[in-house]
């Protein structure tokens, strides 16, 4: 039989913008409404893709900031990456270019398989939205990353992160074989 293909994916971005929340939405199917700051978990979750199933890790970070010096767990054996902002915080959508320069400033490459997520979508009817999904979309077209809005809080487009990320990372690596 085949054997699991394993991929690892690391959740970046800055502190509360809802990384833990998206992560626990997506592995335990339910809203957390105040969660303990992380300091780093990780989560493992089979995940079908385009009919195979890939074994996932999945690294819900701390947070980063722009003093954030770049872990090297986070950039060595990382297969793709999902970069979260809020659409209510334009200064966590400002910090998603700044992680990514760092990412691939380490890894010495000029482009990773990325998301870039824009959480919190469903706070937007209060009129607290800082960050236009245009803005969003230019970004990661600026950047050849996936991009998506999501809410862990109603379950919107969750599971979508995850699936788009799986295929960043197969788009890049068509032939790659469990390792
Ligand atoms: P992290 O620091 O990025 O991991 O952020 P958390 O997941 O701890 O979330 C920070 C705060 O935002 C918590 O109070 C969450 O309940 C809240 N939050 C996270 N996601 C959402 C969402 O989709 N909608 C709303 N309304 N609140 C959210």
Redesign the pocket.
Known sequence: GDVLKKRKIAVL??????????V?QFIENH?????Y??IENTFTKSINYNGVEYDCDII?TA?QDEYTILNQKHAIGIHGYVL?YSVTSRKSFEMIQIVYDKIINFCGINSIPCVIVG?????QPSRSRQVAPDEGKELAQLNHAAWVE?????NTNVAKVFQLCLGEIEKRSPNSKAE
């Open positions: 971005g800055s502190r509360s913008v809802g990384k833990s929340s998206l626990i809203f957390v409404e105040s969660y700051p992380t819900d947070g979260v959480s919190k979508t469903d706070l999501t809410s862990a809080k109603t």
